[in-house]
């Protein structure tokens, strides 16, 4: 099992970033991905989720309304399209995979691998 998170980077506030995490292993249908990030300082967040069986998607309030989850099954990837970047968004982006349930979705503890991140930083 492996994912490969890619697309993070430097970007102004009020920019546009789309990170990638691309899967092998397993097949998308089967589990649910979620997206954690952890700033300097903080702890791990989750901040999105898209569930394997019916692609149902959850939000963190933090994210909700400029964030949007999505995933190609044929291409066994789950992408995270951010809009509208602001300064606190600064963090390493972890793609991961699980099978929680309802709202446990932002317990780290549940999922099973973790890729290894990709930073973000938004500049003021």
């Known amino acids: 099992v492996q994912l490969q998170a890619s697309g993070g980077g430097l970007v102004q506030a009020g920019g546009t970033l789309r990170l990638s995490c691309a899967l092998s292993?397993?097949?998308?249908?089967?589990?649910?991905i979620g997206w954690f990030r952890q700033a300097p300082g903080k702890e791990r967040e989750g901040i999105s989720y898209?569930?394997?069986?019916?692609?149902?998607?959850y939000y963190a309030d933090s994210v909700k309304g400029r964030f949007t989850i999505s995933r190609d099954n044929a291409k066994n990837t789950v992408y995270l399209q951010m809009n509208s970047l602001k300064p606190e968004d600064t963090a390493i982006y972890y793609c991961?995979?699980?099978?929680?349930?309802?709202?446990?979705?932002?317990?780290?503890?549940?999922?099973?691998?973790w890729g290894q991140g990709t930073l973000v930083t938004v500049s003021s």
């Open positions: 898209i569930r394997g069986s019916g692609g149902s998607t």
């Open positions: 991961t995979v699980g099978r929680p349930v309802g709202s446990a979705w932002r317990t780290s503890s549940l999922y099973y691998y």
């Open positions: 292993g397993f097949r998308l249908v089967d589990y649910g």
